[in-house]
């Protein structure tokens, strides 16, 4: 007995007329406008087809699916931590959306941003991904790609689903690479972002240092090979923030003694798990260097 995606025939009569049993998992419509073929989302039918009306259904179950509106796609900033940084839109984003993905790491037995969309407490499904870390970027690549299916095959079933990604989603963001992949597949589909408070803010604010203020220009280091160490700047008048020092710490702390013995000035201001219970500040070199590394850290320098 043949079965297509979406209709399983569980019986079938000899016979002109068959009596079949339609459950039609993923449709968002009725399959068929007639009374007694009506079916909603994830409801079983019985009803007596003659050959020609089940051909009928097939041709026009298998049309819609092919022009089956693809769901919205949303990319969620959800601040660095803090439920309580989530915006009004993000929060209604992820209550209301079908499938609502986000990121765990490799070795990790819990998410951080995890936590964060189940305050909200969704009605749709959570679903987490691993970004692999790895160094190879062959592999990472893969690994984004691999996610950005799994995206893809719920958006093309129709649903809208949201990727809650920490702090700001186009900012040095898992979310940024996975856009770009879906929106190549899916020129026209429809997406929205919604931003969200980043990780260098949230220092600021609780250290309690401004960020940037008048011609002070401000730099985003995102992560650096050891052996570039020197390549990185701290001009005159400006607010440098490293992000993800958790490999480079020892070199960056060096480079930095340095930096701080030519311009004694120099401010350095360390936060990690910023808006978690687990938040740390440390606003020397000398305490910095007795603190364990860790991935959700970063560094401010001001000069
Ligand atoms: C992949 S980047 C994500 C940046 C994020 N999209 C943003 O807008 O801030 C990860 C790095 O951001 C920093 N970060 C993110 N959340 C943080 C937090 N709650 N506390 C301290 N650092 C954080 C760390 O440097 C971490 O290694």
Do not use: W
């Not at 990319?75 to 915006?87: K, R, W």
């Amino acid at each position: 007995m043949a079965c297509l995606t979406g209709i399983e025939p569980v019986a079938l009569n000899s016979g002109g007329l068959r009596s079949i049993q339609l459950s039609y998992k993923h449709a968002r419509q009725p399959i068929c406008s007639k009374n007694n073929f009506l079916s909603n989302n994830k409801t079983a039918i019985n009803c007596h087809l003659t050959n020609k009306i089940l051909y009928a259904i097939i041709s026009h179950t298998s049309a819609n699916r092919k022009d089956m509106k693809l769901g919205k796609l949303y990319g969620v900033g959800i601040g660095s931590g803090n439920p309580e940084y989530l915006t009004l839109r993000a929060c209604k984003i992820l209550k209301e959306a079908d499938t609502v993905f986000t990121v765990i790491s490799q070795n990790a037995s819990d998410s951080v941003s995890k936590s964060v969309v189940e305050y909200v407490k969704p009605q749709g499904k959570i679903e987490l991904l691993i970004f692999s870390m790895a160094k190879n970027k062959t592999d990472r690549e893969n690994q984004v790609a691999a996610n950005a299916n799994k995206i893809l095959e719920e958006l093309e079933q129709g649903k809208n689903v949201a990727f809650a990604t920490l702090g700001d989603a186009m900012t040095y963001s898992t979310f940024g690479y996975v856009y770009k992949i879906i929106k190549e597949k899916h020129p026209d589909i429809s997406i929205e972002i919604i931003p969200g408070i980043n990780s260098f803010t949230t220092l600021s604010a609780i250290s309690q240092k401004v960020l940037a203020e008048n011609r002070q220009t401000l730099h985003v280091v995102p992560s650096f090979k050891e052996e570039d160490i020197e390549k990185i700047e701290f001009p005159e008048n400006s607010t440098t923030i490293l992000l993800k020092t958790y490999r480079t710490r020892e070199t960056l702390l060096k480079r930095l003694q340095k930096e701080k013995e030519k311009h004694p000035g120099l401010e350095i201001i360390y936060g990690e798990h910023l808006g978690l219970e687990s938040e740390r500040l440390a606003f020397s070199l000398e305490e910095i260097k007795t603190i364990p590394e860790t991935y959700l850290s970063m560094i401010m320098v001001k000069k």
